[in-house]
């Protein structure tokens, strides 16, 4: 009976978590894309609804209704299920993020997050790392030249981030003695992680803009280029899944985790924590200023190339990630 | 002799290079950007005046005494009334073009020995508005007018006729002719007459 009840309890607290970071995701649009338009002095979405506010409602219906073209020469099943593999492991990852500290309302315990997993950043990753094969499989199963391009370029820099994501949060886990988010940020009470491990977070910031295809790395998209890269080929909502889920739910999630990692989580600011301001508003703050970070970027910089990109990855960002290893041992045995 | 000078790229100094200087210096640019104020024109509810020489759909300017002396000469052997297109037939529009097809152009001579225009067509769908037709024009009659929404529902609306043409150009006249001809928007006549359009 306890265990139906927990069963009970973790989907309906599932649910609750994909629709709205759908909703969420669907209000991220717009926000890039007033934050787009503003940045190249034009105003951005301005009509339906008060200044756009209801574009995303319009774009999700156009997006819906659309006809769903499949190519003859395609691989059917790869086809398929690229848009999902790219789509469910990136909404994946927010079971075991955690949004702040279990409160309590009308006597019930809420807890906001889904699970505390023991290994949650090591699942974060593995997640991450599969929605990436969703592009793979879409350059591959589209059986047409420029998807292709666009899905071997993102296996090149697959192959040249991963390894220096990896070593970089070494890091804070170091410092927090265990691989549980919540864990994590409860060691973050004193010093946030990241003082030490500043070249950790340049590192993080690299891979989280790789991992997203976020503009200075996005090269399996690349519309000069690649007409549009692995998504060529797709079209209605097989085609609104990618970016959905590659440039709104995998930022969002990345950007939530990089907060989690170096940032204090729920923690408050320094010297504002007199504020009556609840763990979770200070999380969702932290989590918007490194977002619009990443939208910053994005908007700013040009592309890398892609032997540009690796070089980066493995020539510069992993020795980093490795010095940031050693600074961190020796912050270790210095204070303790 | 074409003398080509070879520069060498400037190399990043070490502090560039360590500090990311240059993100720095385009990231401060673009939040720049973000608190100015856009520039945009909203199209559909706000349209911005094009300059008078602007390159517009056509139009035929008719026979109301303001006449260039060319016109003077031709006009005794031609049936044109007062009020309507000056054009003589002379195909020089034409010979202009560099897409000839897109004019049809029919005169015959009346009885009474005088020239009459009947038939002028331009399909607007194939004109690339390089305005050569205007200027090649002997008595001033096809100009270019200031309308720049020339879409319609079916492709037969893309062709113009004469009765088209000369109301384009009696419409445009009526509201620009006297409008002094200059070339582009620093002009202190411009703004005086709508303003001066803020750029940035």
Sequence with gaps: MEILGTVIGITIKSLIFIVGMFLAAAYLTLVERKFAGH???RPGPL?????????????ALKVLTKEDLVPDNADKFLFYLASLLAFVPSIMILAVVPFGEPFEIFGFTIYPYISDVNVGLLLALAFGSI?????IFAGWASNSK???IGGLRKAAVLIGYEVALGFAIAGPIMQAGTFS???????????????????????IIFAVLAETGRTPFDVQEAEAELVGGYVTEYSAMKFGLFPLAEWYIATFVLSAITVILFFGGWN???????????????????????????????????RYRVDQITELAWKVMLPLALANIFIVAIWIMIFG | MVRVKYVERPDLTNTERIFFIDFIKGMKITIKNFFKKTITTAYPFEKLTPPKRFRGAHGHRVKNGKEPPSFKVLEKFMEINEGESRCVACYMCQQACPVPELFKIEAVQLPNGKKKVLRFDMNLMNCMYCGLCTEACPVDCIIHTDIYETATYHRAGGVAHLEDLSKRAEDFDRRRFNEPDRIWIDDEERSKLWGQIKWS
């Design chain 1, 131 to 135: 929605s990436l094969y969703g592009v």
């Design chain 1, 146 to 148: 420029y998807p292709m």
């Design chain 1, 268 to 302: 408050p600011l320094p010297l504002l924590g007199w504020l009556p301001i609840p763990g979770m508003v200070w999380f969702f703050l932290k989590l918007f200023a490194v977002f619009m970070f990443f939208l910053w970027v994005h908007w700013t910089l040009p």
């Design chain 1, 47 to 59: 009509h339906v609804g008060y200044h756009g506010l209801l574009q995303p409602i319009a774009d």
């Design chain 1, 181 to 203: 988010l919540k864990g994590i940020v409860e060691a973050q009470q004193g010093l946030w992680f990241i003082i030490p491990n500043i070249l950790a977070f340049v590192v």
């Design chain 1, 39 to 41: 940045v190249q002095q």
